[in-house]
């Protein structure tokens, strides 16, 4: 069965266009992860500054492995400053992960 697995990702209400920036030059980072069934990434429309990475995977294992692979620390690093470019440090100021599944209600 489907697991979820919610990045919920603090930005500072200026910050926002830079993540979603940032997602757009990853997002194929993580396609080809064993398990991997897809993400999406949610902005938010009222008040909050909490962004969702909503992702899918085949089992639990498949999210362990992929959390912990070079994979992922690939994806995740800062740039570090390049030539006259600065470092660009992370947007987010906090996450958590949230586990989820989906209820079939037909059962
Ligand atoms: C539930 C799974 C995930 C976890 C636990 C996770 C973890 C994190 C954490 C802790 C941050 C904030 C710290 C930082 O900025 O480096 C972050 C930001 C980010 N994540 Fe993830 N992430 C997940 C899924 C994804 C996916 C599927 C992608 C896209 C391939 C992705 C790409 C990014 C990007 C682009 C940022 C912004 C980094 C920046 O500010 O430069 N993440 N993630």
Do not use: C
């Not at 999406?40 to 639990?60: C, I, N, S």
Request: aromatic content about 10%; cysteine-free.
């Amino acid at each position: 069965m489907t697991v979820i697995r919610i990045n919920a990702i603090d930005v500072p209400k200026d910050s926002g266009d830079e993540l979603a920036r940032r997602f757009a030059a990853r997002a194929g980072a993580v396609d080809g992860s064993p398990g991997f069934e897809g993400f999406e990434l949610m902005k938010p429309t009222d008040d909050r500054t909490t962004w969702l990475v909503v992702t899918r995977w085949a089992d639990e294992a498949s999210f362990d492995a992929w959390r912990t692979s070079a994979a992922f620390g690939q994806g995740h690093r800062s740039e570090a400053p390049t030539g006259d470019a600065p470092a660009r440090p992370p947007v987010a100021t906090n996450s958590q992960v949230w586990s989820y599944e989906v209820v079939d209600l037909s059962s």
